[in-house]
């Protein structure tokens, strides 16, 4: 009898171990890849989590976000992708087609979640916008009417409005397609083009030196995160200038940017969530469509037109979603 209770607590024993293990949850890992920089990205971050939690994760005990931000330094996307892999996350959320290459580059097969990126389809991160066809997918802040909304702001704010300058990042793909399109629905507005290319915060200075010169007004960004990392100097440089900018990110607004007219940050953060939280459970990126904006807000900063000596319409004051006083 002893040596039967002994043998039984034996194989209990034996078995505690496996117990215990089988009743610990799975910690998933996802990946934050970033071509901006942890001060602009918190807000953003926060809402990713707070989405995560709403949808059953708890931080620290299911789920773990490694962050890797490149601080506009887009050279170090490769290797912080890199560091991503060696980990061998379940996931990564990568901000911005220059993140979502690097990571692109890196795996072929570790799911990727993009967001900020401008045409995937022309970017080559998807075969199409229904059928990504490989291990990314995601939210697209591409929408065809974006950018005639920029411009139709832009006139309908300046009337006389004849030129506007545009700075692209000829090194970001997609910005090629924006460009395009920026200029056919100018056409209709009758409004001149002056592109401008950039490839790194040196290059701020002498491009609105240029757009000076140029006799443009009104400056539009075509988002990248060298413009984005370095907002506030391009905004500081517009208001010296007394140019009247839009931009379609709502961080350029609290920098002082004129206005802003894009997709609504919290909704896009809260959607990439969804589409983690989806890959985790096993559905693949191949099998999720990409995701176009749905919602897009319209912020004006009064505190800059009045640097820059210019009277913003009310019929466009009343169409805001924010007004900067």
């Known amino acids: 009898m002893r040596r039967r209770v002994f043998m039984m607590l034996g194989v209990t024993a034996s078995l505690c171990p496996r117990l215990v293990l089988a009743q610990q949850p799975r910690v998933w890992h996802v990946g934050w890849l970033d071509a901006g920089s942890s001060a602009t990205r918190g807000e953003n971050l926060e809402i990713f989590r707070k989405e995560l939690k709403e949808l059953g ?7 773990l976000i490694e962050q890797r931000f490149s601080e506009g330094n887009i050279d170090r996307l490769r290797s912080l992708a890199a560091d991503l892999v060696r980990m061998n996350v379940d996931v990564i959320l990568a901000v911005s087609s220059f993140a979502v290459q690097a990571a692109k580059s890196a795996t072929p097969k570790i799911p990727i979640v993009m967001t900020g990126v401008g045409d995937p389809e022309h970017s080559g991160f998807v075969a199409s916008i229904t059928r990504p066809g490989g291990n990314i997918t995601g939210l697209t802040s591409n929408a065809e009417e974006l950018n005639g909304k920029r411009l139709e702001l832009l006139k309908e704010a300046i009337p006389e409005l004849s030129r506007v300058a545009v700075i692209r990042n000829s090194g970001m793909s997609g910005t090629e397609g924006a460009l395009k399109d920026v200029e056919l629905a100018a056409q209709s507005l009758r409004l ?3 592109a401008l290319e950039i490839s790194g915060p040196n290059d701020l200075e002498g491009i609105f030196q240029v757009v000076k010169k140029g006799g443009a007004r009104a400056l539009m960004t075509i988002g990248d995160p060298v413009t984005f990392t ?14 009247a900018t839009i931009h379609g990110q709502i961080p350029f607004a609290e920098a002082g940017g004129l206005m802003v007219y894009g997709p609504n940050d919290a909704d896009m953060y809260r959607r990439a969530a969804t589409f983690v ?3 985790l459970k096993g559905v693949k990126p191949a099998d999720l469509p990409v995701e176009r904006p749905v919602k897009f807000d319209l912020i004006i900063n009064l505190k800059t037109a009045e640097r820059i000596s210019l009277t913003v319409p009310p019929n466009v004051l009343a169409r805001a979603d924010k007004v900067i006083r």
Do not use: C, F, S
């Open 57 to 63: 994760y708890t931080e620290g005990r299911d789920m």
């Open 192 to 194: 001149r083009i002056h």
């Open 230 to 243: 370095h907002r506030k100097r391009v905004i500081d440089l517009a208001i010296k200038n007394r140019i």
């Open 277 to 279: 939280d989806k890959i």
